[in-house]
């Protein structure tokens, strides 16, 4: 019970912070645009975007709904991999900060995958809101 509980709070965790963060690729302020743009050619950015918040979507709505649960792990596993990426692009940066970050979301990431895959998996169409939460 208690696993389940932390899983679903590092869930939201993660589906606030990539639906954040892939809102910002997305509709980045004036200010930021431009410093994004001479590291990230535009297309890459509007990609990461899309797929972090399909990432957020994935790893909270197919529980909710208990259409597709599987989703929830691909997801966590998607988000490791960009996450992987991510640590490596920040260290060759010598950006230490962000590398933890990074680091930090993936050891998340990884721990719902596992949980949801292996664990505690949500069975297909019987899942609920409130029965997955209280569970």
Not at 13 to 29: D, M, R
């Amino acid at each position: 019970m208690a696993m389940n509980r932390l899983t679903w709070v590092l869930q939201g965790v993660l589906a606030v912070v990539f639906l954040a963060h892939g809102a910002l690729f997305l509709f980045p302020p004036a200010e930021a645009a431009a410093q994004m743009e001479a590291f990230l050619p535009q297309w890459f950015q509007v990609f990461l975007g899309v797929a972090e918040v399909a990432a957020a979507v994935g790893l909270t709505v197919p529980a909710w709904t208990g259409i597709q649960p599987w989703l929830v792990p691909a997801s966590a596993i998607g988000i490791m991999i960009v996450m992987v990426a991510a640590t490596v692009l920040h260290v060759v940066r010598h950006e230490s900060v962000s590398a933890i970050i990074t680091t930090i979301l993936l050891g998340a990431s990884t721990l719902v995958a596992y949980v949801r895959w292996r664990r505690l998996p949500f069975p297909p169409g019987s899942m609920t809101r409130s029965r997955s939460v209280g569970a």
